[in-house]
């Protein structure tokens, strides 16, 4: 693993848990981020001191994650503001992986877990701008941060950050807007370019119009032309493997995808090892990821984590779980999490030509380019004889334009976590509990429209590319310049041309 400069760790210093995960950098095994107040102005002070890249683009895209770091730390103050900043500095499940020997990743989690009653201290001093609704939303998920800890110095702490927490729950600000200015600073720097919500809000619109009337157009080829789209889907997902079958279900739908990208020759790599099966406990409150080989990891197996419902739940509670794994819309969740989506995407991260572009990852760019697979999928003909595939990759579409949505809503004042439900009991086939939890999700995650967001800039880009390159233009061409620059801001992803 190389050394990175002065400059690279100052930022790396204020992404722990994501420099240690998604860039397999090891050296914070063990290690918190100090979260309190005197530690995030230290570690602001230390950002940008020390020469550029000589490359223009990788000294852009490192002053991107410095100025969105100085937005998100310094000027919006949300590690005040949002537990979740707090709860992955706790979270141990990084660990669980088999990024390397177990011994030494049983140590690196026992030193983590050593530091809680620190990491629980900062955070107590940090927390004190809480909204009553982002501390109902995050209670259950500060909770289960405990499951299957016996030391009692860290159950102790974690005990004192839940009680902070139930009381802003029970005394917090009522209202959770960030406003429109902070939320339009708190996008744009991260992605280094202007954000126009109300534009933005438009295209979501315009988006989920588009969506809905390809959704019609594939339910047609089901012979469903009377039934609104929408019903035709609830009735769809009851078709499911079962609680067992499911991870087998994921196996071979993720070895389907990889032969179809490789056949097609999506994605400029085609290597690695991509592995099924059963989420570890510590994240299984996740139905679907992928943990995938980190570009500072030696070689080893990507991950694609499945979590099943749990015996123990209610028939109910299982039944809308295991409707996830449908037959409609699994594959489109496999193209998402493995081929071309994430695990392809790792491969080529694998390869970026520095440092910054392998670490500093863009989440919009993330969560963009694997949104931006599933329909691509759909254009290249994958599963063309089954019209479950692409109503699956439109579904999936609408609830990510609808989150979208929901986060301008909230964050600008102009709609409630209870109107942003009834959004999403609208405009998706999701209803009751589950549409409250998406739009409450908006409250801690005020940039989770990063996925639809990110895929219509890559789609606007391969559209310029097209018309820019003439016969030049192919799709792994487009795909192998852009995958190049590892996982840029958006702002930035018009470097290709």
Known sequence: MTQLDARLRAITDLIVAEAREGGGRHEYDGRIQDLSPDGV?????????????????????????????????????????????????????????????????????????????????????????????????????????????????????????????????????????LGGPALARLMG??????????????????????????????????????????????????????????????????????????????????DGECLVGLAPESRRWAMAMMAWNAPGESEGPSWYYITPPEPSWPQQEQEEWLEVFSRTTLSAINVHEVAPGHFSHGRALRRASSEVRRLLQSMAFVEGWAHYAEELCVEEGFEAGDPRFEIGVWVEALLRVTRLACAIGVHTGQMTVEEGARRFSSDTHVAGPAALSEARRATFDPTYGRYTWGKLLI????????????????????????????????????AIL
């Open 41 to 177: 102005r230290a570690g602001l002070a230390r950002l940008g001191a020390g020469p550029a890249p000589e490359d223009a683009h990788d000294a852009r895209h490192l002053e991107v994650f410095e100025e969105s770091l100085r937005t998100q730390f310094g000027e919006l103050e949300l590690h005040r503001k949002n537990p979740l900043i707090h709860l992955n500095n706790l979270d141990l499940a990084c660990y669980d992986r088999d990024y390397g020997p177990a011994g030494e990743r049983a140590t690196a989690r026992k030193a983590h877990l050593g530091l809680w009653p620190d990491a629980v201290r900062h955070a107590i001093d940090s927390l004190d701008q809480v909204a009553a609704p982002v501390a109902n939303s995050l209670l259950g998920a500060a909770r289960g941060l405990a499951a299957g800890i016996t030391d009692e110095a860290a159950l102790e702490a974690h005990g004192r950050l839940v009680a902070h927490l139930e009381h802003a729950a029970a005394n917090g600000d009522p209202d959770v807007a």
């Open 459 to 494: 789609q606007d880009l391969r559209e310029r590319a097209r018309a820019e390159w003439g016969a030049g233009f192919s799709l792994l061409r487009f795909h192998k310049a852009l995958l190049d620059l590892g996982s840029p801001p958006l702002g930035m992803i018009g």
């Open 189 to 270: 720097t991260a992605e280094g370019l202007p954000v126009d919500l109300g534009r933005l809000a438009e295209r979501a619109d315009a988006e989920r119009d588009r969506l809905m009337a390809l959704l019609a157009e594939s339910c047609a080829k089901l012979g469903e032309r009377d039934k609104a789209p929408l019903d035709v889907v609830r009735e769809l997902v009851k078709d499911h493997p079962d609680a067992d079958g499911v991870i087998e279900a994921a196996r071979i739908g993720t070895e389907k995808a990889i032969a179809f990208t490789r056949e097609k020759d999506l994605v400029p790599y085609h």
